[in-house]
């Protein structure tokens, strides 16, 4: 679904280095997550918002922070990357009511050397 | 706690054959449950939910609260249904969020 971009699609970065992964969406949606998917583990959200002025933590949010620009916006940042932050990352958006469905972006290859 | 189990990390079955993909939870809520699926080089999509009570390629899907468990199934594979499919609970803790299991790998032979 072409309405959930992320960038960039593939990072190599370094141990201790920042980085910032974005999420834009066109859906109008009010809610945005972020996702880690690795091998055996499924996904597992680090993060989440329900609107602009709303930052959740999720089950593995340690290592991470991230801002909400705008309805349209979600960042996630690593502060200081290590390598088993090494993962896919999938930000996702879904609408206000009860149970709405999540639609997800292309995902982010993340590498730390 | 909230927990979606995928027993399988890996499924093999041949074309024609009929396919169950399994899904267990454990949640002290009403559980409204989801099978999401992930097509090589495509991005996460929804495939089915159980209100919907729908078929979607092929596949469906039935809440059994007894076995608190949500199984995918389809009678007659098909190569094309070659993916990785996710089992997903919707939790209500404060806020609505996904609770997805690890996963099966579904791989459909010639």
């Known amino acids: 679904d072409a309405d959930v971009t992320q960038t960039p699609r593939n990072r190599i970065t370094k141990t201790g280095k920042r980085i910032m992964l974005e999420c834009s969406q066109t859906?109008?949606?009010?809610?945005m997550y972020w996702y880690r998917q690795d091998p055996g583990l499924g996904l597992r959200l680090i993060y989440y918002?329900?609107?602009?002025?709303?930052?959740n933590k999720g089950e593995i949010s340690d290592g991470y922070s991230v801002s909400r620009q705008a309805q349209a916006k979600f960042s996630l940042s690593l502060e200081s990357a290590i390598p088993n932050q090494t993962a896919l990352y999938f930000c996702?958006?879904?609408?206000?009511?009860?149970?709405?469905?999540?639609?997800f972006g292309p995902g982010t290859r993340l590498l730390v050397l | 706690a909230q927990r979606v189990t995928q027993p399988e990390k890996l499924l093999s079955v041949f074309k024609g054959a009929p396919v169950e993909l399994k899904c267990n939870y454990s949640?002290?809520?009403?559980?409204?449950l989801f099978w999401y699926v992930q097509y090589s080089r495509q991005r996460l999509q929804l495939l089915l939910r159980h209100i919907s009570r729908e078929s979607i390629k092929g596949f469906t899907a039935d809440l059994n609260k007894g076995e608190t468990s949500f199984h995918l199934k389809k009678p007659f594979a098909q190569e094309e249904d070659s993916a990785m499919y996710y089992c997903a609970l919707m939790v209500i803790q404060g806020a609505q969020k996904l609770v997805f299991g690890q996963g099966t790998r579904l791989t459909i032979n010639p």
């Open positions: 996702a958006t879904s609408g206000s009511s009860g149970g709405e469905t999540q639609y």
């Open positions: 949640y002290s809520g009403s559980p409204e």
């Open positions: 859906k109008g949606h009010d809610r």
């Open positions: 918002s329900f609107d602009v002025k709303d930052i």
